[in-house]
Nanobody, 122 residues
Framework: QVQLVESGGDAVQAGGSLRLSCAAS????????MGWYRQSTGTQREMVST???????DYETSVKGRFTISRDDSEKAVYLQMTDLKPEDAGVYYC????????????????WGQGTQVTVSS
């Protein structure tokens, strides 16, 4: 069983900063790409940022220059440093990763965390 557990969500004022963390646990063999997605009320889940095993990053246009994604493979973790937060950044942030297990070393399966709430007040 593989789990992704997020933390770091909070309520902040516009212009503030937060650091989200996500760690994988359980029967993890390897982790491929990891990322953060956001879902706001009444909207579909959207990509915020992703990072490959090689460290290549991608960002949704509105967060470029304000958010930084990173990963620590020794900790099986991915992070999202968010600065200059805006009300439109609010939502539930979900961690995502493609993970293989010892029982299926060459099969990548998508996993999601349970989400962490980010609230930004103006």
């Amino acid at each position: 069983q593989v789990q992704l557990v997020e933390s770091g969500g909070d309520a902040v004022q516009a212009g503030g900063s937060l650091r989200l963390s996500c760690a994988a646990s359980g029967s993890v063999y390897e982790i491929n790409s990891m990322g953060w997605y956001r879902q706001s009320t009444g909207t579909q889940r959207e990509m915020v940022s992703t990072i490959t095993r090689g460290g290549t990053t991608d960002y949704e246009t509105s967060v470029k220059g304000r958010f930084t994604i990173s990963r620590d493979d020794s900790e099986k973790a991915v992070y999202l440093q968010m600065t200059d937060l805006k009300p439109e950044d609010a939502g539930v942030y979900y961690c995502h990763a493609f993970i293989s297990t010892p029982q299926a070393k060459t099969t990548w399966r998508a996993y999601w965390g349970q989400g962490t709430q980010v609230t930004v007040s103006s």
